[in-house]
C-alpha cells in the first residue's frame, strides 16, 4: 500500500510553513479561504516555491462564486497556469462547468495541456455538476491527475458512500482525494469507507492578531469574523493528522 498522502489547504505563506512543520505532504495553496478559495498572488506562489520543502499545489481560480467562467475569466486561468508552470510548483487546482451543470471539457482540457507536465487537480467543483459520476469520467477523459470531492454533499462523510463508489470506478485512472470537513475525529472512519490514498484538510485556527487598539464600531467584511484575528493552519492538528494516517496505512 502507498503512503497515505495529507494536503492542507492553505490561505497565507505562514499556514504552509505550519502544514510542512506538521507533516504534511502538500498544500493546496490559496487566497480568500472563505469564498472557497481563490489564485493567490504571484508573489505568494514565488515564495512559496523557494521556501518549501512539500509539494504546492496552486488554486487557479479568478473570483468566488459559481464555476461558469466567461472569456475574460478564462484567459486569466490560461496565464495564471503559465506563470505557474514558469516557477516550477508541482501543479494547480481548478474546476470549470457549463450552464446546465456538466464539466466544461474543452476548457478542462485545454488547461490540462497548458500545465504540461505539472499536476492537475479537478476541485470540488465535481460536487456541483449535474451527474456525478459522468462528470468523473469527464475529468478522467481530459487527462486531469486528481479529484477533489465530498461525494456531492456538503461534507466528506455525508459523501463517503458516493467517494467510495468513484474510487471504485476510477480510482485505478485517477487520484481520488476526499476533502470538506475532514477532520480528526472523523478520518478512521472516512478512511475505514473510502480506503482513499488522499485526503484535504485544512487545521484552521484563529490567532488573536497584535493590534493594541481595537475599533469596535468598524467591520471590514463580515460581522460573524473579526479583524484581529488571523486565520492559520495550525501545525499540532497536522501532526496529529499525520500520526492517525501513518497508524492506518
Request: with cysteine; net charge negative; proline share 2%.
Amino acid at each position: 500500500m502507498k503512503n497515505i498522502s495529507l494536503e492542507i489547504c492553505t490561505g497565507s505563506i505562514d499556514s504552509c510553513l505550519e502544514a510542512q512543520k506538521g507533516g504534511a505532504n502538500r498544500v493546496e495553496l490559496c487566497d480568500n479561504l472563505f469564498e472557497g478559495g481563490t489564485t493567490p498572488s504571484y508573489a505568494t506562489i514565488l515564495y512559496a516555491k523557494e521556501h518549501l520543502a512539500l509539494d504546492v499545489m496552486v488554486m487557479i481560480r479568478p473570483r468566488g462564486g459559481d464555476f461558469l467562467y466567461n472569456d475574460v475569466e478564462f484567459e486569466l486561468m490560461k496565464q495564471d497556469i503559465l506563470c505557474c508552470k514558469n516557477i516550477g510548483v508541482t501543479g494547480v487546482v481548478f474546476g470549470l462547468l457549463t450552464p446546465d451543470g456538466k464539466v466544461d471539457i474543452e476548457r478542462t482540457k485545454t488547461l490540462v495541456e497548458l500545465a504540461g507536465n505539472m499536476k492537475t487537480c479537478f476541485h470540488r467543483a465535481i460536487d456541483m455538476a449535474e451527474d456525478y459520476f459522468q462528470a468523473a469520467k469527464e475529468i478522467v477523459d481530459c487527462g486531469c491527475s486528481r479529484i477533489l470531492t465530498s461525494g456531492q454533499r456538503n461534507k466528506a462523510m455525508e459523501g463517503a458512500e458516493n467517494i467510495a463508489r468513484l474510487q471504485e470506478m476510477y480510482g485505478d485512472k485517477i487520484e481520488i482525494m476526499a476533502g470538506s470537513g475532514v477532520n480528526t475525529q472523523n478520518i478512521e472512519e472516512l478512511f475505514s469507507k473510502t480506503h482513499l490514498q488522499n485526503y484535504h484538510f485544512s487545521a484552521k485556527r484563529a490567532i488573536p492578531g497584535k493590534m493594541i487598539f481595537h475599533q469596535e464600531n468598524v467591520s471590514m467584511g463580515s460581522k460573524d469574523l473579526s479583524e484581529y484575528d488571523i486565520i492559520q493552519t495550525d501545525s499540532q492538528e497536522v501532526s496529529k493528522m499525520r500520526s492517525i494516517l501513518d497508524r492506518l496505512q
